[in-house]
């Protein structure tokens, strides 16, 4: 190379080197206070079908991306109207069905991995503070995390946030729950870096909103099962004094701006009604379903508008 095409050359890395780098635009953050309605599905999610529905939040696994970068953005601009789509992701148990599984690890489980659930066999109670299960969850490009974001949704919605409640109870932790709201709370960060805006929705112990400022101005808003019917049966109103405890602290959420989600299970017209009503009147969004979560299910009178 000649030395005046050298310093052409040099020039013209130079003048590269001094140009702002594109970047792309941030994704608007959803309008959580605007929700009216939601749906809540995780067995056999079709987008196509929930694409043609009104609700304005969805709640679905992670499978209904189909591994898919088109399908979670095309569902949020679908047919029936935009949506903000949360991916439910489990922190406080390991599910033997998810691509982070090893088989390996029945006959010699990792550090983290602890007893199976009593009632759902595919599911495994983690000592949730232990690094190597974070970093299953998030940390890394092929953390859970990261595929949900890669995917497009607009946040997780966090199941087994009790399990809190667990080791308390079994072990004497008394950590479990400050350990549980920072795990949230990292997670909560590490998300925004890579999504500003990105949602995290905590389901139940909702007391943790009350225990922790810190906790409850991190997360986007909580869900909350069973409020008035399902607790401890299907179709059975919830304790009264149960509801009520729980209510006084939902209120708080309410007060702090959150959105707060109502999950009840009952088919008895007259419960889906009374369960809408009451949770409305509270500034709660609620939805009434079948506790396996299979169907999506539009209770005549409370459709999505």
Known sequence: MSRWLAITFALMLLFAACQPTATLAPAPEPDWLDVNDFLYQLQHPRPDRIGDTAFDLVVVSIAAAGN?????????????????????MSI???????????????????????????TWADDYWVRYWEPEWQAIIYGSPQSYL???ITLGFDGVYLDRVDAYEYYQEKEGRDS??????????????????????????PQNAEELGAMFPDYLETVTGVGVEDLYYGYPHDHAASPADWTAARETILDQWIEDGKLVLTIDYTTRPEQIADAYQRARARGYVPYVTDRSLGRLRLNPGFEPD
């Open 92 to 118: 406080g148990q390991a599910e033997t069905y998810r691509e982070y599984w090893q088989p390996k690890w029945i006959e010699h489980p990792p550090a983290w991995l602890d007893e199976p659930d009593e």
């Open 146 to 148: 990261d595929r949900i």
């Open 68 to 88: 898919s970068p088109e399908t979670i953005p095309a569902l949020k601009k679908s047919p029936g109207g935009n949506k903000i789509v949360l991916a439910y």
């Open 176 to 201: 479990a729950a400050r350990e549980m709201a920072d795990f949230i709370i990292d997670l909560a960060e590490y998300a925004r870096q890579k999504r500003p805006g990105f949602g995290v929705f």
